[in-house]
């Protein structure tokens, strides 16, 4: 903590890529929660047993408070709104060096990379749908690798006047990834639509 007091300030973003038991993270929230910092922390673990159960659980319980070995109960750190998200690295990326969707990744893996591109939170959701969810206020719908069971050109994987009429409804801002689009702009804004091309909206 006291390095974090020397060497960071109030809105720092603090890497620890040995993560280990946690210690940077509860550090960080300590930190915050005595000069009203709001510090962010991304911690990374390799092992997977450490990482699930031994990191992501110190994070968890000073986070969200605990009930000590006396029975007493220890308040969390995060303010409100505030938390933490555990994430995995897939064994192999979602794109080609070309920088092309690979053939094998499936629309449960695109939609979770979709969802926290546009939202910065993990996904929760069963993604059996193009509508993948919805976010402060706005639809995210993903057209992929056959969702409406119609991979042609003309399908379901390009936004179409037709395939938009069968898309689940919402009544609001909309956006929608898609390899292609044929809507014309006024009823792009009619519809309240921002079109995203996949796999190039997705470069990271």
């Not at 550090?27 to 510090?39: F, H, M, Y």
């Not at 192999?92 to 926290?116: N, S, Y």
């Not at 390899?179 to 639509?193: D, K, N």
Request: overall charge neutral; proline content about 4%.
């Amino acid at each position: 903590q006291r390095i974090l007091q020397i060497a960071t300030d109030k809105n720092s973003l603090i890497l620890d890529s040995f993560a280990g038991s946690g210690t940077t993270g509860h550090a960080v929230l300590k930190q915050n929660a005595e000069d009203g910092g709001t510090r962010k922390f991304i911690l990374v673990e390799m092992d997977d047993n450490i990482a699930k159960n031994v990191t992501a659980e110190r994070v968890r319980r000073v986070s969200h408070g605990y009930t000590n070995a006396k029975g007493e109960t220890v308040l969390g750190l995060s303010p409100a709104g505030g938390g933490f998200q555990f994430c995995t690295l897939s064994a192999k990326p979602l794109f080609t060096p070309q920088g092309q969707i690979r053939d094998d990744v499936t629309f449960v893996q695109l939609a979770e990379f979709v969802w926290f591109a546009e939202t910065g939170s993990g996904y929760i959701g069963d993604a059996d749908s193009p509508l993948l969810g919805e976010h402060d206020g706005r639809a995210i719908y993903l057209l992929y690798n056959g969702i409406l069971k119609d991979k042609s050109v003309g399908g379901g994987n390009v936004l179409t006047g037709a395939v938009f009429d069968i898309l689940p409804p919402f009544a609001g801002p909309k956006t929608i990834y898609a390899a292609a689009c044929r809507l014309g702009a006024p009823r792009l804004q009619r519809e309240q639509i921002a079109f995203k091309q996949t796999p190039y909206a997705l470069a990271v």
